[in-house]
Structure formats: C-alpha cells, structure tokens
C-alpha cells in the first residue's frame, strides 16, 4: 500500500523518537473500509442480500438529501417517503428489528395496496434516477456504515430470540 506523501513528509521532519506514533504510521488496511457488496452478502449470509439493498437505498436517501428535484418526476417530499418505506420493508421483511431492539412499524403493510404500488412506482424511478447519475454516495465508507447498521440489527434480533 502506498503511504500518502503529506504522512512520508511529516515523518521526515517529526524528531526520531516520535517516528513509531500512531499518527505517523499509515493506515491499516481494514481502516480503509476497504468493504464490497460481494464481501458483505458473504459475511452477512442469509442478511447479505438485505444489506446490501438497504446500503444502495440509504445511498438513495442520502443522495436526495442533497436536493436533485431537478431530475426526479416527482416531488422531492414525496421520493424521499417512497424510498424511506421501501428502506424499512427490506428489514421488516427479514424479521429484523431496529438496532435498538425495537419492532419496526411496519407503515407499509398498513397503508393500502394502490399507496404501496405508488410508493414502489416512485421508489423504482428515483432508484433508476440515482443510477443514471452514477450511484453518488454508494462508496466502501457508506457500505461499511450499512454494514455496521445491518449487524447492530441482527444483534438485536439475536438478542430478543435469546431472551
């Protein structure tokens, strides 16, 4: 791995006793998040296909956030509900709890079947807008994040079958 030049310049100059510090040495590796979707549907297992959905539609919600109603055919306010139901139904669906412990509420099932066929058109086009700019924020740091998010929730689940 190649050590950035500014950590190779400021080891140069720091005195020789501080040349082993922690901040001068370069990174490890799994620091890096150097973490892919292949990696995480085989750590996870069963829960790897969810996680690695929930990864793409939190890079969604996050890519909404960042105000593109320019190129959505709907109301921003209404991509990002559509999108934040389909993001909880993955878990739901796979019997996960919040990372808290806590049931999810399960609003998609509740709201009636011509609402969860809109949200699911309005989630499938925003999905197909997110792709065509180029899948922004879906990184190894925003996979690792979901991946972290997934475990603390099957931590949970573990927990409350335990109890």
Partial sequence: M???ASIKRLR????????????LRPPRQSALWSISEKQM????????EPAVLFARWRSVSRWLEGG????????IEVAVE?????REEILRFEDLPQPDGQPWPGIFRRISKESREEARRV???VMRAWIEAGRPHYDPASIHESRQYITACIRAHEQEKAA
Avoid at 82 to 86: C, E, F, G, Q, W
């Fill in 12 to 23: 140069d100059v720091a005195p020789r006793q501080d040349w082993n510090s922690e901040a």
């Fill in 68 to 75: 593109v109603a320019h190129k959505l055919d709907c109301p």
């Fill in 123 to 125: 989630a499938s086009s």
């Fill in 82 to 86: 559509a999108v934040n139901l389909i």
């Fill in 2 to 4: 190649k050590v950035p």
């Fill in 41 to 48: 549907r085989r750590d996870l297992r069963r829960y790897g």
